[in-house]
Nanobody, 123 residues
Framework: QVQLVESGGGLVQSGGSLRLSCAASGRTFSSYIMGWFRQAPGKEREFVAAISWSGSNTYYADYVKGRFTISRDNAKNTVYLQMNSLKPEDTAVYYC????????????????WGQGTQVTVSS
């Protein structure tokens, strides 16, 4: 069982930056693939980025590639999402998730989810 708690969301102007954090409970954090997803009002939850258990492999959605960076610190049981050059269309609730299958973008790959943190980008 893994419990996930996101933090770091907020209001930022277009072009600004935010860093999201996701703290995980449990001693097996390093064995999980970690992902970030987002959901805007009236839209389906969509994939943002994922990182392998070791941190050596990462995977990004095209619409954030080059702007967002996912990383993890297994000693701190924490995964991060550095978001730069933010756009109004990045406005959403951001969720972190933990999975034990393969590095991918499907929601079904992930077994545990946090409650989310709101990111709002003003124009």
């Amino acid at each position: 069982q893994v419990q996930l708690v996101e933090s770091g969301g907020g209001l930022v102007q277009s072009g600004g930056s935010l860093r999201l954090s996701c703290a995980a409970s449990g001693r097996t954090f390093s064995s999980y693939i970690m992902g970030w997803f987002r959901q805007a009002p009236g839209k389906e939850r969509e994939f943002v980025a994922a990182i392998s258990w070791s941190g050596s492999n990462t995977y990004y959605a095209d619409y954030v590639k080059g702007r967002f960076t996912i990383s993890r610190d297994n000693a701190k049981n924490t995964v991060y999402l550095q978001m730069n050059s933010l756009k109004p269309e990045d406005t959403a609730v951001y969720y972190c998730a933990a999975g034990s299958s393969y590095l991918g973008k499907a929601l079904a790959n992930y077994d545990y989810w946090g409650q989310g943190t709101q990111v709002t980008v003003s124009s």
